[in-house]
């Protein structure tokens, strides 16, 4: 099993940044860790997409936040990052990180999912 830890969650007013954090931990030697990404979700509206990151760096963003958001992951710390700046109300959410994690003696793909971490940008 492969938990994530998220951090850095909290509130913020509007045009204002923050920055997530998600370690991998327990167990990872048994995995090869590929895409991490981030997602986020709103009282009443369905989980999206807000950035995947490759092992070897290739990004994709959400709409609603490219040109704001940037993703980027420390292979060595098994740890990735999302720096979200220009803040609104709208991004106000839970965001959950996420690794796709493939088992060395299996070879099994299984996606882990960290417990969430709130995230409030007030007006």
């Known amino acids: 099993q492969v938990q994530l830890v998220e951090s850095g969650g909290g509130s913020v007013q509007a045009g204002g940044s923050l920055t997530l954090s998600c370690a991998a931990s327990r167990s990872t030697f048994s995995f090869i860790l590929g895409d991490m990404g981030w997602y986020r979700q709103a009282p009443g509206n369905q989980r999206e997409l807000v950035a995947t990151?490759?092992?070897?760096?290739?990004?994709i963003y959400g709409n609603s936040v490219k040109g704001r958001f940037t993703i980027s992951r420390d292979n060595a710390k098994k740890t990735v990052y999302l720096v979200m700046n220009s803040l609104q109300p709208e991004d106000t959410a839970v965001y959950s990180c996420?690794?796709?994690?493939?088992?060395?003696?299996?070879?099994?793909?299984?996606?882990?999912w960290g417990q969430g971490t709130q995230v409030t940008v007030s007006s």
């Open positions: 996420n690794v796709e994690a493939t088992s060395y003696s299996s070879g099994r793909i299984t996606t882990y």
């Open positions: 990151i490759t092992s070897s760096g290739t990004t």
